[in-house]
């Protein structure tokens, strides 16, 4: 049984990692083809992707979820949601799918609080002209002005005008009113390209993607009356067709104008098609959440298996731990073809590979440091399910694949200065992890002998060499690529200050490990403390909004980042307690 344990581990795995969710529902002849449109391609936020990725990215930011459940318990999909909300189904109005946790906000808004937090559009829109006039009362302050109110009422508007914009760029032309045509025309016109979806593709006789809305307006016969005269778009026909049969239920007319719509598409522009089947099928998986999962088994496992000196679950967890880093290895490849750019671009993207490294890091120690006894298992499984359960907060500001600022689109300091400066990161917090496991085993339990003592801080002295190594190149690569971009090489920026903090720092523990003014306790303590300078170089600094770094804002990573920096700082007060008060003995 023991030979075979790690080929059950992997058959087990396979079966629950591609058991559900990887394959689209089943549909027949006779049912609405909702994974065909999901595949249809749309352009939002400078970016071409399936409206399966769109559909997603919208719910996530209104609900913090990717699907809906109705009333009755049933789990729609993000596509189907969407579909039915941008053709205008009535029970699309009553998806609870926008969550409001301010009880202020609520209130306001006449609203009871309810459990979850999630809200239908019909729920709110008696009050809706509340919410839009407190909104643009907040945005008239200035940012220090503004209250916690004042922020729960800007973050809720936003989700309402996500909602609308996108909502509106689907309206039925035939639905306005013709003294209101001109004006929702030149709405459409101001709005086209940046802020509404863009679903008809660039053909033959327009070289542009344009919205549905103003591409049917253009066809309408009460605009050509008023002498605004546009060639009728067969795309944009046979796409405005299939919403209205799919609103009035007309499975064979939505089916057939769906097909028809993709093969124009396809006769004049085969290339948009590109990579969206794949980029659905990466939806599908959820690599990140299921890898998340396992990795927080594996620690359990491990720390079992540690606690008790058992190899039998170390064993196991760590051939979970391969398990669980494939798909991970996988996804960010997935992300590397379909973005065209590598691995890390944004602070979405920076965690996912954080955790991969570190992942990366763990399996190394076990595998080839003989007297690791587990430890790697414990700092990239806990290392893995901290940072992608980061990753999943951060998916909530939208697509995290969006365009590139234009100073930072460029693949080659891309590949080379973030990709090292962001390892810098993972080999710091890998030896502050393992600092923090030094800690409290010596602290409450009696697992820290004098082998396990020393063979932890080995493990945090050479990944603490390994830190500095690769902080300290990045952060000079950071300056040839400031020079490179803004004509100086170093300018005291607060990202530039903080990327050298992590080089002293890393430098400040190997100097007071050499010059004996520490020991093992000690310089775990230090590693401890190098999480709190990373954390700021890698979250803190883009709080403070300003500096040419300041494109990683994000509102509600202060009071998390807070959260972090108290519970290392607890860890280090833990660690200085007197030895007389350790469980384990001998310690240094």
Known sequence: MKKHISTIIVVLFAVWFFQSGVKPPKETATDFQINAFAHLPVKYEGRTKPMDTLARNVLTVLSDKQSVRTADGEKVSASKWLLDNISGRPEAMNYKVFRIESLDVLSSLGLEEVKRFRYSYADVAPNIGKLDAASRAAYAKSEKQRDLYDKQVIKTANKFYLYQNIMSAFEDPSSIQQEQLMAVAQRYMRLEGFSIPLVIPPNSGNEKWRPLMSTLLANHPAMQSMGHIGEPDPTAVAYGVMLAAYREGNVALFNNSLMEFGGLVMADNPEVFRKLSFECFYNRLGAFMKSAQLYLLVFLLSCFGWMTRKPGPIKAGLTLMICAFIPHTFAIIARVFLSGYPPVTNLYSSAIFIGWAAVGAGIILELVYRKADGMGNLVGSIAGFVTLLIAHFLAGDGDTMAMMRAVLDTRFWLATHVITVTLGYMATFVAGTIGIFYIFAGLFSRRLDTETNENMYRMMYGTTCFALLLSFVGTVLGGLWADDSWGRFWGWDPKENGALLIVIWNAIMLHARYGKMVAN??????????????????????????????????????????????????VIFAGLVPLRLWKSRPVQ
Not at 560 to 569: E, G, H, N, T, Y
């Open 521 to 570: 306790r000690g310089f775990a303590v230090l590693a401890v403390a190098g999480n709190i300078v990373t954390a700021w170089s890698w979250f803190g600094v883009n709080q403070l909004s300003v500096g040419l770094h300041s494109y990683g804002f994000t509102s509600s990573a202060t009071f998390w980042l807070l959260v972090f920096v108290c519970s290392q700082l607890l």
